[in-house]
Nanobody, 125 residues
């Protein structure tokens, strides 16, 4: 059974940094695509960044230049380095994997079948 477990969330001041991790288990192979999504209260879940198994990445415009997604295939772990955090980055951050293929819209949450429970990120001004 596939399981995704996020960690690394917390509270920081604007301009600070956090590194999120997502440990994946239950896979017999490296997941083709893994990603980070976030959901703020009263808002829809939105894509932050995704990474394919060979390293290609896609970022939301709102985080380009500030966030970096990476993965360690040997450890089956996904990361999100978040620098220059802003109050508008405050949200529950979720790890996702196993998109339905073909994947035309990689940052659309509805495409993904496997989800973690999330880790809270709070950025104060």
């Amino acid at each position: 059974q596939v399981q995704l477990v996020e960690s690394g969330g917390g509270s920081v001041q604007a301009g600070g940094s956090l590194r999120l991790s997502c440990a994946a288990s239950g896979y017999t192979h490296n997941p083709y695509c893994m990603g980070w999504f976030r959901q703020a209260p009263g808002k829809e879940r939105e894509g932050v960044a995704i990474i394919l198994d060979y390293g290609a990445t896609t970022y939301a415009d709102s985080v380009k230049g500030r966030f970096t997604i990476s993965r360690d295939n040997a450890k089956n772990t996904l990361y999100l380095q978040m620098n220059g955090l802003k109050p508008e980055d405050t949200a529950m951050y979720y790890c996702a994997a196993d998109p339905r293929l073909p994947l035309f819209t990689p940052l659309k949450a509805d495409n993904y079948k496997s989800w973690g429970r999330g880790t809270q990120v709070t950025v104060s001004s």
